[in-house]
């Protein structure tokens, strides 16, 4: 079955254009109605990524010229499988959270604070879905821009003005280097079209100069290791619903322009095997130590944000896999699967630490003994996210790390596959850490202090999340080679 | 201009005096003990600059530095800075020593990292012509007689229309900063409170004069934004400059925040660019992609309600955040 | 020339940026810096055959101006909050080395 020529322009145009007005649309009208749009429009958002998806699959790599011209006078949007599947994904998760949103904001501190989440969410949706699409240096930098801006709108929710205002100036500054290499490209090589600037880079300093500003630019708005700073703050202080979206979407933004250029422009600079060797050692360095902070936390939310940190590393690690010709295919479907895998497992722990603390009022590990007793459900979801993240069969995760795996040993690089595994292991322990605190009882028996129940919908939004998380390992089990 | 006759010398020992003059007072700027004087002196600094941009050949971006970035940062800077003050709050004295290590600490690699950039960017390898070429030749179907407007708002319209959404945003993210009650972020606020300087009548006269001349100058940026330098964001930041004029003058008190007819033409300019796009899709062509025959008219008709629009939004950075009516220090939130 | 202006202002921005600990004067800073950044992107295209300057440059300045000028009105906006909530104006010291 083949689509219509038209539908695929569409789907693209809408999943900019529905969220940017429905964003508008909350800023000025609150209730239920904003409520019911928001929602509506994450989902139809999704539903345009799997057209867009369906389009892929039928008639290959898309190009769309917008306003009508087309590269270098214009700007492109490229649609292939993966900013297709990721705007389908981004749209489910960002579903999922404002279901949750709607009820654990209000229960957290009254009417009002999910008002101001919605435009907020919204126009975050849209610019992730512009920055999956675009295809043009600048315009990338555009959508970042829009992207942090609503992000750190998003930490200043929860009141913590000193985290976000760390954000916002780490993020000022990376943009500012990023945006030095797009003015460096366009004097040296006349375009900032991604296809063509792969075409006309050629090595040298110039080249060199400015992809080695942007990948600084985008390593601080990503988070990624040296430049994570900003990131246990900012996540581990937001509402959680926040924190779902910024951790489980946001933080991959970064590494998904990364992702692009790397693929797109850094072959044709002959600077990739060097480059790779750095950013994967300080991937390493960011698996070793965001897990040994995780580990030594006391608090969920700053916990679950410390193991963001060290699951970017393992984004970072899989770049001199990919710069392999052994251990390209491997590498770069690991990539994916796991900023897939943990995109929706990390949600799913960031809203369940929400559910916990919209009954309990505090997340410190400490105290939530007991949790599970009252609250089976978002214990389970808890754990089950948890395995993808500790990379356990069936879940996405492990598919992930399976591939990895396999594509260091097939480009000969065994230390990363040790990196891998190490990783692994600690992330066993600070799950563990997270999980345990719920599951034991506590001291004396709680029949007087019985927590007041949580609204369903909050326990299986989180649930939702971390179901697709395993459904994705269970999706590509045949991609085990 | 480029365009002014002067000998070759006098062109060399003016630009640099001129950059010696706006690296001096960035330098002084940055190094400033006070903040009041380190804000003053960027302002002077947005106006040296806007010379160089002159000097550059872009007279764009040189309205666009002495409106928005000079006028309006400025205001915004000075804005906050009486805020502040009147919270007691100023740059803590640091011990000798240690200021001393931090400045070589951050001093050292930020002159490294200058000197590099100075290096690549003067020994730039190749050197592509870009598209200048290809915006003369279709500039022509836009309409529009100035280059810069056509890449703007025709040839790479989709990072406008990005743009202003991040102004939008910046408003939007400013407004949820409010403690949260019921409704659209709560009935209960009201505007932030103005700070009223005693009526100083000669002042107020030269305001009330001043201020429709200024709204004349916003709108001929508006209008001429299409042929020649300047636009729709230029005009909106001398909207939200006159505004803030006659804040300062007590004349003007903050806008209600919550007053929907505000919030609508807040996010106008942002719908109007969005719909627009949808449109030229419904009449079957892409996304945001105008016929030639109607180009002008949709491109000067669209600068005007984003004129008004970013103004209003400019003007509701301005004012800042809405407060609660109580300044009482807010409970400490949840993890 | 013009371009080495760039280069110092964005190496004096950049100190700034990390040096001061008011938030109003990083967020100087940072607009200093992003001047440089804009000059850099303007002078280091090549000139046209007339003498012009490329419009692609000026254009995406401009869009630059008036992204950092919403950034900083939120940034300023946030200072203020902070200065409501916690009667500071200023990141801590260990906070801020990022």
């Not at chain 1, 322009?257 to 060097?274: E, K, N, Q, S």
């Not at chain 1, 970017?312 to 895998?341: C, F, Q």
């Not at chain 1, 459904?471 to 089990?477: H, R």
């Not at chain 2, 400045?103 to 592509?128: F, K, N």
Request: proline share 6%; hydrophobic share 55%.
């Amino acid at each position: 079955m083949s689509l219509a020529p038209q539908v695929l322009p569409w789907a693209a145009a809408l999943a900019l254009a529905l969220p940017l007005l429905a964003g508008a649309a909350c800023f000025v009208v609150g209730g239920r109605t904003a409520a019911a749009l928001a929602l509506g429009v994450a989902v139809l958002s999704s539903a345009a990524g799997l057209v867009l998806a369906a389009g892929v699959a039928d008639g290959g790599v898309q190009r769309l010229a917008l306003g009508g011209w087309a590269p270098p006078l214009g700007i492109a949007w490229r649609i292939d499988g993966v900013a297709a599947l990721a705007v389908a994904l981004t749209g489910f998760i960002f579903a999922a959270v404002l279901v949750h949103a709607e009820k654990s904001l209000d229960l957290l501190r009254g009417e009002g604070l999910s008002e101001a989440f919605r435009p907020l969410a919204l126009v975050l949706l849209g610019g992730l879905n512009a920055l999956y699409m675009a295809n043009d240096v600048f315009n990338l930098y555009v959508t970042l821009e829009l992207v942090t801006l609503a992000a750190v709108g998003m930490v200043a929710l929860a009141g913590d003005s000193a985290a976000a205002l760390r954000y916002l100036l780490v993020g000022v500054i990376g943009a500012l280097a990023y945006m030095l290499g797009c003015g460096l490209l366009y004097a040296a090589f006349g375009t900032l079209d991604l296809d063509l600037l792969a075409g006309r880079v050629q090595p040298g300093g110039t080249a060199g100069a400015a992809l080695a500003l942007m990948i600084v630019g985008v390593m601080a708005k990503g988070a990624l290791f040296p430049l994570h700073g900003w990131l246990p703050p900012a996540h581990g202080s937001a509402v959680a619903p926040a924190s779902a979206l910024l951790s489980g979407v946001v933080a991959k933004g970064g590494f998904y322009v990364l992702l692009r250029l790397w693929l797109d422009v850094f072959p044709a600079t002959g600077a990739a095997p060097a480059a790779a060797q750095i950013l994967g050692t300080l991937g390493a360095l960011a698996v070793l130590w965001g897990s040994l902070q995780a580990i030594r936390q006391t608090r969920l939310k700053v916990l679950l944000a410390y193991s963001t940190v060290a699951q970017l590393g393992y984004l970072m690690v899989s770049l001199p896999l990919i710069a392999t010709a052994a251990g390209h295919a491997s590498g770069l479907a690991g990539a994916l699967h796991l900023m897939a895998s943990h995109a929706c497992a990390k949600a799913a722990m960031f809203l369940a630490a929400g559910s916990l603390i919209a009954t309990r009022g505090h997340d410190c590990l400490a105290d939530l003994k007991g949790a599970a007793h009252d609250h089976p459900m978002t214990a389970f979801t808890l754990g089950l996210a948890g395995m993808t993240l500790m990379g356990l069969p069936p879940s996405g995760g492990f598919i992930a790390k399976w591939l990895l795996l396999d594509a260091s040993l097939r480009s000969g690089q065994w230390w990363w596959a040790a990196v891998i595994l190490g990783g692994s292991l600690l992330a066993g322990v600070y799950v563990f850490l997270a999980v345990s605190w719920s599951m034991s009882r506590p001291p004396g028996e709680p029949s007087d202090s019985q927590p007041p129940p949580l609204p369903r919908r909050l326990e299986f939004a989180a649930l939702a999340l971390a179901l697709v998380a395993m459904a994705l390992g269970l999706v590509s089990a045949e991609r085990i080679p | 201009m480029s365009t002014l006759a002067m000998s070759p010398l006098a062109t060399t020992a003016f630009d640099g005096t001129l950059a010696v003059l706006i690296a001096w007072t960035a330098w002084q700027s940055v190094t400033s003990s006070e903040v009041f004087r380190a804000v003053v002196l960027f302002v002077v600094f947005g106006l040296l600059l806007a010379l160089a941009w002159l000097r550059l050949g872009a007279p764009d971006v040189a309205l666009a530095e002495a409106a928005v970035g000079a006028g309006l940062t400025g205001v915004l800077l000075l804005e906050s800075l009486g805020h502040l003050r009147r919270n007691k709050t100023v740059e803590p004295p640091e011990t000798a020593g240690r200021g001393r290590l931090r400045r070589w600490a951050v001093g050292l690699p930020a002159a490294v990292a200058g000197g590099l950039l100075a290096m690549v960017a003067l020994r730039l390898e190749p050197r592509t012509p870009g598209i200048a070429g290809l915006v003369e030749r279709h500039q022509g179907e836009t309409g529009v007689g100035n280059p810069v407007t056509a890449v703007l708002l025709d040839f790479r319209s989709a990072d406008t229309l990005l743009e202003v959404v991040v102004v939008l945003l910046a408003v939007i993210a400013t407004y949820s900063l409010v403690p949260h009650g019921p409704g659209l972020y709560g009935p209960t606020v009201r505007p932030p409170a103005t700070l009223r300087p005693p009526r100083q009548p000669v002042l107020i006269w030269f305001v009330r004069r001043l201020a429709p001349l200024a709204l004349l100058v916003g709108a001929y940026l508006w209008w001429v934004g299409s042929s020649a330098p300047g636009g729709a964001f230029q005009a909106a930041a001398v909207f939200a400059a006159v505004y803030a004029l006659l804040r300062v003058s007590g004349l003007e008190a903050a806008p209600p925040p919550n007053a929907r007819p505000l919030r609508l033409l807040m996010v106008a300019g942002s719908v109007a660019f969005v719909c627009q796009g949808l449109a030229m899709m419904a009449a079957g062509r892409a996304f945001l992609d105008l016929p030639e025959a109607w180009a002008y008219g949709l491109i000067v008709s669209l600068e005007a309600v984003l004129a008004a629009s970013l103004a209003a939004c400019l003007i509701a950075l301005v004012a800042g955040a809405p407060r609660p009516p109580r300044l009482s220090r807010p409970q400490r939130e949840l993890p | 020339m013009f371009i080495i202006l760039g280069a110092v202002l964005f190496a004096l921005g950049l100190y700034g940026a990390f040096a001061r600990r008011n938030v109003v004067l990083k967020l100087v800073a940072v607009n200093i810096a992003s001047s440089g950044v804009f000059l850099v992107v303007v002078s280091a295209a090549p000139t046209l055959p007339d003498g012009g300057t490329d419009p692609l440059p000026q254009a995406l300045v401009l869009t630059g101006i008036v992204i950092s000028v919403a950034v900083t009105a939120f940034g300023l906006a946030l200072a203020r909050r902070l200065a409501t909530d916690e009667g500071r104006a200023t990141l801590d010291d260990k906070e801020d080395s990022s």
